[in-house]
């Protein structure tokens, strides 16, 4: 069974002169293989964390982006020889590859697609002691100083501001309420899901 560590703690301000943001910044270990998962924005927490874990950026396997967003993406940069994946590619150099069979190659990781929050966006279901925990990116995202409430019907309802597609977001977070024990937000803390 894959093993879950969280490296670097989501966040999201709401500022007049911007919004500081970065995600949960999740490492997967799948057997031998390692998975980053939304590198985020904040380099120093990022290096930092890895570097507690005895892990250079060049021993992860697969760097897997939910979305497309800046505050997810933009530590790619520090995984310049890393392939990156999403929900159906994987970018090697100036290569793009598809790949698909509904798993991470190499992994017993689901990949989930997950659109709403973005068009493009995908989640992923992983397999661990404790349950099946869904990594679900911005599927589910609170600002850090909202109350994070975790019954269904709060869940269903939670605004979004940065949707793309309501009823498309709606149906996704269904899918990981309906598949998932637990799941990791983009911002906020691992919520154990009601049943």
Same mark, same amino acid.
């Given at each position: 069974?894959?093993?879950?560590?969280?490296?670097?703690?989501?966040?999201?301000?709401?500022?007049?002169?911007?919004?500081?943001?970065?995600?949960?910044?999740?490492?997967?270990?799948?057997?031998?293989?390692?998975?980053?998962?939304?590198?985020?924005?904040?380099?120093?927490?990022?290096?930092?964390?890895?570097?507690?874990?005895?892990?250079?950026?060049?021993?992860?396997?697969?760097?897997?982006?939910?979305?497309?967003?800046?505050?997810?993406?933009?530590?790619?940069?520090?995984?310049?020889?890393?392939?990156?994946?999403?929900?159906?590619?994987?970018?090697? &150099?100036?290569?793009?590859?598809?790949? !698909?069979?509904? /798993? $991470?190659?190499?992994?017993?990781?689901?990949? #989930?697609?997950?659109? +709403?929050?973005?068009?493009?966006?995908?989640?992923?279901?992983?397999?661990?002691?404790?349950?099946?925990?869904?990594?679900?990116?911005?599927?589910?995202?609170?600002?850090?100083?909202?109350?994070?409430?975790?019954?269904?019907?709060?869940?269903?309802?939670?605004?979004?501001?940065?949707?793309? &597609?309501?009823?498309?977001?709606?149906? !996704?977070?269904? /899918? $990981?309420?309906?598949?998932?024990?637990?799941? #990791?937000?983009?911002? +906020?803390?691992?919520?154990?899901?009601?049943?």
């Amino acid at each position: 069974m894959a093993e879950i560590k969280i490296l670097v703690n989501g966040y999201a301000s709401r500022k007049k002169k911007g919004c500081p943001a970065s995600p949960n910044s999740v490492l997967i270990f799948d057997g031998n293989v390692k998975v980053l998962v939304d590198p985020g924005s904040n380099a120093k927490a990022l290096l930092e964390a890895l570097r507690k874990e005895k892990i250079k950026p060049a021993d992860i396997d697969i760097v897997f982006l939910t979305h497309y967003h800046l505050d997810h993406l933009l530590n790619i940069r520090l995984f310049s020889t890393n392939d990156i994946y999403d929900g159906d590619t994987i970018s090697r &150099n100036d290569k793009i590859i598809e790949y !698909s069979g509904g /798993k $991470l190659p190499k992994t017993n990781i689901r990949v #989930i697609k997950t659109p +709403g929050h973005s068009f493009e966006h995908c989640s992923l279901l992983v397999q661990t002691a404790k349950g099946k925990v869904a990594l679900g990116g911005d599927v589910f995202w609170w600002w850090d100083d909202q109350k994070q409430k975790t019954d269904r019907a709060s869940l269903l309802k939670h605004k979004d501001p940065f949707v793309k &597609n309501k009823a498309a977001l709606l149906q !996704s977070r269904r /899918k $990981l309420l309906e598949i998932a024990d637990y799941i #990791i937000p983009g911002h +906020g803390p691992l919520f154990k899901v009601e049943k």
